[in-house]
C-alpha cells in the first residue's frame, strides 16, 4: 500500500530558485492538503483542495503556487525559494469532510 | 488566537505513570476530531479518533467536550515507546487544524 507519496525526501536550494514538490496518493482521496512545519509551530496549512480542479489558500500561502489537474496528485511549488521556507513540508490526503488525514513522508528543505 | 492550542510540555513521566493533557480549539463548526502521534519531526500517524461519548484503545484514553470546546488524551501504564508529540487535530469540512503538539517524555 504505497498511501501518499511524498518527492524529494530532502533538497537543498539555492535563494532565488524554482522547484516542486511532488505528492501523489492512490487513495483516490478527493481531499489533498500541503502544510510546512517548523520547530514550535506545529503543521500550518499552506494550500489545500477539496477535488481535481479546486483549489483553495491556507494560512501561509505567499511563495507557493498549487494545482490540482488529476485526483492523485498535488504538487506544492516554490516560485522563487526563500531562507524563509526553509522547513519540513508534509502533503496529507482525506476521503472526506470527517476523515483522518493520512501524510506522506515529508520533504525537508534547506534554502542557502 | 491560534485555532488549536496545546500545552507544549515537556511533560515528563515515569514509566508506569498516568498522563493526561487537553487542547481546545475555537471553531464551534468543528466536524471530526483527533490525536496524532509524532517522532521526531517524521510524519504525523493517527493515533486515535475522539468521539463525543469518549472512547478508549488499550492504555490510550480519549474525551470530547463539545460545549466547552476541549478534547483530552490520558495515557495508563506509560510505556517509554510513549515518548511523543501528540498533536491534536480538528477537522473542519476538510480542512485540518493543528495544535503545535504536547511532548511527552517518560523515563525509566
Redesign the interface.
Known amino acids: 500500500n504505497a498511501g501518499v507519496t511524498q518527492t524529494p525526501k530532502f533538497q537543498v536550494l539555492k535563494t532565488g530558485q524554482s522547484m516542486t514538490l511532488q505528492c501523489a496518493q492512490d487513495m483516490n482521496h ?2 489533498m ?1 500541503w ?1 510546512r ?1 517548523d520547530p ?6 499552506i494550500h ?1 483542495s ?1 477535488g481535481a480542479g479546486i483549489t483553495d489558500q ?1 494560512e501561509v500561502p505567499n511563495g507557493y503556487n498549487v494545482s490540482r489537474s488529476t485526483t492523485e496528485d498535488f504538487p506544492l511549488r516554490l516560485l522563487s525559494a526563500a531562507p524563509s521556507q526553509t522547513s ?1 513540508y ?1 502533503c ?1 490526503s ?1 476521503d ?6 493520512f ?4 520533504t525537508r528543505l534547506t534554502v542557502v | 488566537r491560534k485555532e ?1 492550542e496545546q500545552d ?1 510540555g515537556p511533560f515528563n513521566v515515569p514509566e508506569g505513570a498516568t498522563v493526561a493533557f487537553n487542547c481546545t480549539y475555537s471553531n464551534s463548526a468543528s ?2 476530531f ?1 490525536w496524532y502521534r509524532q517522532d521526531c ?6 493515533l486515535m ?1 475522539v468521539y463525543s461519548s469518549g472512547n478508549e484503545d488499550g492504555r490510550f484514553t480519549a474525551q470530547l467536550n463539545r460545549a466547552s470546546q476541549y478534547i483530552s488524551l490520558l495515557i495508563r501504564d506509560s510505556k517509554l515507546s510513549d515518548s511523543a508529540t501528540y ?1 491534536c ?1 480538528v ?11 504536547t511532548q511527552v517524555v517518560v523515563t525509566p
Not at chain 1, 96 to 101: D, M, N, P, T, W
Not at chain 2, 41 to 46: A, F, G, I, N
Not at chain 2, 91 to 101: P, R
Open positions: 478527493e481531499y492538503s502544510y512545519q514550535g509551530m506545529g503543521l500550518r496549512l489545500y477539496v491556507g519540513v508534509f496529507a482525506s472526506g469532510q470527517v476523515s483522518q488525514a501524510f506522506g513522508q515529508g | 488549536v507544549p466536524q471530526s483527533f519531526r517524521k510524519e504525523p500517524k493517527l479518533s498533536l487535530v477537522n473542519g469540512g476538510g480542512k485540518f487544524q493543528f495544535g503545535a503538539g
